[in-house]
């Protein structure tokens, strides 16, 4: 089997997955009027279009249409299905009014359809991988990057300059932590922040007086990452998680990249050391082209290839992580439906077997093939 | 070498420090009101102070816990602010004097407000009249609350028969309050002073203790964090302990025997199979699994998910070894499972990769035996990089026996550490957390050392890399 028609699987669930499973109907002809609610809902809801007030409310499964046709799951993975609740097994006889609205992998405790809630599983676990991934690589291509290429001795700046440097940035940090002490709204503080802002552009554009030094960039980046790497990505993330008093999906999403980018670093950080000192690179630096263009141009492109090996790993790293959190039942917000939280509910039902076969086997199937992928890439660059 | 090593073990101190200031600066941010959270402890949740004489018993509670001293050796504060500001520790007396000291800017005025309502009210506490008292008193809690000066004032209007036997506080309260909406703070003011507050902070009275072994007590219980710790480290350390050791004695033979087939097309097949063994989420198949124990039928009548009190209570391995090993074999199984199957890819893999060597290619030549080639030359540096790798694997390890602890109810330290965040026990979470990342550390950095040791070249490189 080619590994990527799994992939295209994967996107076309995540994307489509409203589509597919969805409590409002396809087509609809209620009193009179055609309706396609699953296209017209976000119309609806941003106020350009106009429902009967029983679509905005209503149970979709209790209306009474003179014409309909149904998504291929007729649940959106919220719906509640109250003739059949508490853990309806797929085999078990349900009560559905034909095999269309059957629960093929069963029913949860409140009466939720799994199937439903499985496909919206993977629109989770692509989105939480991919924009971790996403963010952890900017993070760590940007670091790693400095730490690579400057190194301990070239990143060089004036003793006067480096001391502005501090300065400003010891500033910065208390304007902005006044800042969100004020909650952003008292205006002397932004006059600061703004003259702050300000002066750190013009000594930015000094000219050089005085002796150079050399900041250990190398030294201060490789400590930050040596620093997240000793504490176990799990602990750190519990940590981490109650700073933020009610977290929504795109906190637990900074809160995974911040954990991820050290190893995209780390391996950033041995490319571009390993490629700083080739000919060519050498050649570009004494015809004094830009630093940011040989990284950007001469140095990344060469280092992507072993790159594109931990983003797969890390991608699978980040479904895992978010399967973890939602199995606890800390940090995503409730009602988050996803693989981890649907595996949740079998430890107060444990004879609820459909709740942990089908996830699991959708988290298993997803590190496998990322990790497939990962040995792929690793096979190709060596 | 040595200086490798100085230097490797110094920055490792240095990043663990940053690590304590950040999970130190974290519990504050999270905690909450500390205070009020062992008082209730205390006293079973009737915890009840009337305001205005509450900062009194609120700050000799304070004073017992040592919160009444400033959080970090420094600070940097906005001139406007006193650099004894800490000082208040009433959280509710803190909110509203800095309302009222970020609108004025002017701290010598606040502290006189409220000094004011303070001798009011004991003013008012000593007269005799009582409906004139319990009227004062209800209106001065009232206001000692708010922080909007209009409101106050408004609030401060009352009939004149009410306010004639205090005519001469009311109106020095309303001298001060006409004072207060007058001054604003200057441009100036705001800009950011630092304070030097010496060693006699929290953070350092915190990393003392840590270091010299007092993880001090829980928030939620008033136990000892140590003795919870101390109940819950053989458990992760048995489950961890044992599923290593099984990996490693799996993985060398089956690594081995998968690098000496011939290639075949099953062979391939065997390599898809242990990665699809290493996707497997552990906490998948414990949840299968507990699926199945709790099935009715005597499946797996050994293991029983409220087995461990009876086992803790009965002295553990010694006095009962095979219920005990057959009670951790379901846990153990899922840690292992996963492990050994990464391990005898990576096993083969080496294995493979020192078959390629040229001092191999030269010993073949020499016309040994297979056997003394396997195991005399190729095996222990294939191994080599297996004993350094497991220091890398302990993190995950840890990682994946907390979900592991929690499916099976197992009372180590990853469900000690999911059960007081979920009962807001924050000392014990970030005390946790702290000596787990230096358990962490001090691995990876042995599996560092370990690999210096034992290889010369590393040792060469890394002390060439090391002095450029």
Aim: with cysteine.
């Amino acid at each position: 089997m080619k590994l990527k028609y799994f992939f295209y699987v994967v996107i076309f669930l995540a994307v489509f997955g409203d589509w597919i499973a969805n409590e409002k109907p396809f087509f609809c002809i209620y009193e009179g009027k055609n309706y396609f609610p699953i296209i017209e809902s976000p119309f609806v809801k941003l106020g350009w279009k106009k429902w009967p007030a029983t679509f905005q409310n209503g149970n979709w499964l209790e209306l009474t249409f003179q014409k309909k046709i149904n998504t291929l799951i007729p649940y959106s993975p919220e719906t509640i299905d109250r003739n059949n609740l508490g853990l309806k097994s797929p085999f078990e006889a349900q009560n559905t009014k034909s095999l269309w609205g059957r629960h093929w992998m069963g029913t949860d405790r409140i009466g939720r359809d799994v199937l439903s809630g499985w496909i919206r599983g993977f629109r989770m676990a692509l989105s939480i991988g991919f924009l971790s991934v996403l963010i952890a690589g900017m993070m760590g291509i940007f670091l790693g990057g400095m730490a690579g290429y400057y190194g301990n001795e070239r990143f060089k700046l004036t003793i006067i300059k480096a001391g502005i440097l501090l300065i400003w940035l010891i500033g910065a940090f208390f304007w902005i932590s006044l800042g969100f002490e004020t909650q952003w709204n008292s205006k002397p503080i932004f006059y600061w922040q703004f003259i702050w802002l300000i002066l750190g552009v013009i000594s930015f554009y000094l000219p050089n007086w005085g002796n150079k030094i050399a900041i250990p960039m190398d030294w201060i980046i490789s400590l930050v990452i040596q620093a997240i790497d000793a504490i176990p990505a799990l602990f750190f993330l519990l940590a981490l998680l109650p700073m933020i008093k009610i977290p929504g999906i795109f906190d637990v999403i900074i809160l995974i990249a911040f954990l991820r980018w050290t190893g995209i670093a780390r391996l950033v950080r041995a490319e571009f050391l390993r490629i700083r000192d080739l000919e060519y690179i050498q050649s570009a630096r004494l015809l004094k082209i830009n630093n940011i263009i040989i990284c950007w141009k001469h140095i990344l492109p060469n280092a992507m290839g072993s790159l594109w090996i931990t983003f797969a790993y890390s991608f699978a790293g980040a479904i895992l992580l978010e399967a973890y959190l939602g199995y606890l039942g800390i940090g995503m917000p409730s009602g988050t439906i996803s693989w981890g939280s649907q595996m949740q509910q079998v430890r107060e039902n444990p004879s609820a077997w459909w709740l942990a076969v089908f996830p699991g086997f959708a988290i298993f199937l997803s590190l496998f093939c990322l990790q497939k992928m990962g040995e792929k890439l690793e096979a190709k660059a060596s | 070498m040595l200086i490798y090593l100085v230097k490797r073990i110094s920055t490792l101190i240095l990043s663990l420090w940053i690590i304590s200031i950040c999970l130190f600066f974290l519990q504050k941010n999270v905690a909450g009101d500390i205070v009020m959270l062992q008082s209730k402890s205390r006293s079973n949740g009737q915890f009840y102070i009337h305001p205005l004489a509450a900062e009194k018993v609120y700050r000799a509670e304070a004073v017992r816990l040592n919160l009444h001293r400033p959080l970090f050796y420094f600070s940097l504060k906005a001139r406007l602010i006193p650099d004894t500001f800490y000082q208040i520790q009433y959280p509710e007396a803190f909110k509203i004097q800095k309302e009222l000291l970020l609108q004025s800017g002017n701290w010598p005025l606040v502290q006189a407000y409220f000094q004011s309502l303070t001798n009011f009210y004991n003013k008012v506490d000593q007269t005799e009249n009582s409906s004139l008292s319990i009227f004062w008193k209800e209106k001065l809690q009232e206001v000692a609350y708010l922080s909007d000066l209009p409101t106050i004032k408004s609030k401060l209007k009352v009939p004149k028969e009410m306010e004639l036997p205090f005519d001469v506080e009311c109106k020095e309260i309303n001298t001060i309050l006409s004072k207060l909406s007058n001054t604003t703070p200057s441009f100036f003011d705001w800009f950011p002073i630092p304070h030097w507050y010496g060693l006699k902070n929290q953070y350092h009275e915190w990393f003392i203790n840590i270091i010299s072994g007092d993880f001090g007590t829980s928030t939620r219980d008033g136990r000892l964090v140590k003795d919870k710790l101390k109940e819950a480290i053989p458990w992760t350390l048995w489950v961890n302990g044992l599923a290593i050791g099984l990996a490693y004695l799996f993985s060398f033979p089956m690594g081995i025997l998968m690098a000496l087939l011939p290639k075949r097309i099953w062979t391939k097949w065997i390599n898809n199979l242990l990665l699809g063994l290493y996707a497997m989420p552990a906490f998948w198949i414990g949840s299968l699994l507990l699926v199945q124990a709790t099935l009715p039928g005597d499946r797996f009548s050994f293991f029983s998910i409220s087995g461990w009190t009876y086992l803790q209570q009965n002295g553990g391995f010694i006095n009962q070894p095979i219920p005990f090993l057959l009670q951790l074999s379901l846990p153990v199984f899922c840690m292992t499972y996963g492990l050994a199957a990464y391990l005898t890819g990576y096993m083969q893999s080496s294995f493979l990769k020192v078959l390629k060597e040229p001092y191999i290619l030269y010993a073949r030549t020499k016309g040994i035996s297979k056997f003394r080639l396997y195991f005399r030359h190729v095996l222990p540096n294939a191994i080599l990089p297996q004993i350094v790798f497991i220091a890398g694997v302990i993190p995950a390890l840890i990682t994946g026996s907390v979900v592991i602890e929690v499916i099976f109810n197992i009372p180590g330290m990853g469900r000690l550490l999911i059960d007081s965040m979920l009962s807001q026990d924050w000392s014990t979470v970030y005390t946790f957390v702290l000596l787990v990342s230096c358990l962490t550390a001090l691995g990876l950095i042995l599996s560092d050392i370990l690999l210096v040791l034992s290889d010369p070249r590393i040792r060469f490189s890394a002390t060439k890399n090391e002095g450029t």
